[in-house]
């Protein structure tokens, strides 16, 4: 089993940018499928990004696409979400996911860290 450790969050201008990361914890990262999401106050969580087991594959809202992007690195069983051009609307508690199953990592998912805040103001 994976444990998720997010870290990185913070407040920002808009148009600036952050880096988080998600530590996890376990030798089997790499068997992992990994995503980020999202809740905003009052809001559902929502899907943000993802990365499959080898990394070859990645998926991107349309929210954030060409803003956003995730990577991982098995060897340190870490996986990055870079944020760039941020927006007052990306303001939300950001997820760290896993899935050993499925691509891309869905919100039903039993693994989640325990959440970081970003904070964009305008």
């Known amino acids: 089993q994976v444990q998720l450790v997010e870290s990185g969050g913070g407040l920002v201008q808009a148009g600036g940018s952050l880096r988080l990361s998600c530590a996890a914890s376990?030798?089997?990262?790499?068997?992992?499928?990994m995503g980020w999401f999202r809740q905003a106050p009052g809001k559902e969580r929502e899907f943000v990004a993802a990365?499959?087991?080898?990394?070859?594959?990645?998926s991107y809202a349309d929210s954030v696409k060409g803003r956003f992007t995730i990577s991982r690195d098995n060897a340190e069983n870490m996986v990055v979400l870079r944020m760039n051009s941020l927006k007052s609307e990306d303001t939300a508690v950001y997820y760290c996911?896993?899935?050993?199953?499925?691509?891309?990592?869905?919100?039903?998912?039993?693994?989640w860290g325990q959440g970081t805040q970003v904070t964009v103001s305008s």
């Open positions: 990365i499959s087991m080898t990394g070859g594959r990645t």
């Open positions: 996911a896993a899935d050993p199953r499925v691509y891309p990592v869905r919100a039903s998912t039993d693994y």
């Open positions: 376990g030798r089997t990262f790499s068997r992992y499928n």
